[in-house]
T-cell receptor, first 112, second 116 residues
Framework: EDQVTQSPEALRLQEGESSSLNCSYT??????LFWYRQDPGKGPEFLFT???AGEEKEKERLKATLTKKESFLHITAPKPEDSATYLC?????????????FGQGTELSVKP | GAGVSQTPSNKVTEKGKYVELRCDPI?????LYWYRQSLGQGPEFLIY????????DSGLPNDRFFAVRPEGSVSTLKIQRTERGDSAVYLC??????????????FGEGSRLTVL
């Protein structure tokens, strides 16, 4: 069964304290891995798509990396406005069409 | 509109009642998705449309749930005989396709359904 697990469930950082969020996946044929950010009461907002092991993408203080078993979202010198829940999702299998399987998310809190 | 619009934003209903949730996607997006999100969980796939047809409805939990997209734009998620376990935020998203994959999914703010 295709599965996505994120860790930790919650992370509290001081402003400027860099860290990483983990997304482990077990899927039959990864076609794409996606990172989204979700603020309270809002829908998820797209951050990155990664297609193959070794790929990296960056956006401001965020950098996403991908291996054959997991993805990391590195946050460098975070600011309070980076506080949100970060969701990882995968699309798996040739016949999976538009179905994304999401992890449960990591709730990040950055204190000034 | 500029983004995905969902109505109502909040719906409170009684057990056993019928509910309709509407989604107006971004103009030109051929793909439309419905997800359900419970508190503290990630979104759970329900159904997705390419144009007017349901390309994958494998996530619909049972036959009380049904969704349509008759003209390839607006979609309605219909829930019959609601149960307390149906309480959740129902998210709609739309996208274009890129390299055979859903591109960036643009989500609406969701419809929060509470079944008393």
């Amino acid at each position: 069964e295709d599965q996505v697990t994120q860790s930790p469930e919650a992370l509290r950082l001081q402003e400027g304290e860099s860290s990483s969020l983990n997304c482990s996946y077990t899927v039959s044929g990864l076609r794409g891995l996606f990172w989204y950010r979700q603020d309270p009461g809002k829908g998820p907002e797209f951050l990155f798509t990664l297609y193959s092991a070794g790929e990296e993408k960056e956006k401001e203080r965020l950098k996403a990396t991908l291996t054959k078993k997991e993805s990391f979202l590195h946050i460098t010198a975070p600011k309070p406005e980076d506080s949100a829940t970060y969701l990882c999702a995968v699309q798996a299998g040739a016949g999976s069409g538009g179905k994304l399987i999401f992890g449960q998310g990591t709730e990040l809190s950055v204190k000034p | 509109g500029a983004g995905v619009s969902q109505t109502p934003s909040n719906k409170v209903t009684e057990k056993g009642k019928y509910v309709e949730l509407r989604c107006d996607p971004i103009s030109g997006h051929t793909a439309l998705y419905w997800y359900r999100q419970s508190l503290g969980q990630g979104p759970e796939f329900l159904i997705y449309f390419q144009g007017t047809g349901a390309a994958d409805d494998s996530g619909l939990p049972n036959d009380r749930f049904f969704a349509v997209r008759p003209e390839g734009s607006v979609s309605t998620l219909k829930i019959q005989r609601t149960e307390r376990g149906d309480s959740a935020v129902y998210l709609c998203a739309s996208s274009l396709w890129d390299r055979g994959l859903p591109g960036e999914l643009f989500f609406g703010e969701g419809s929060r359904l509470t079944v008393l």
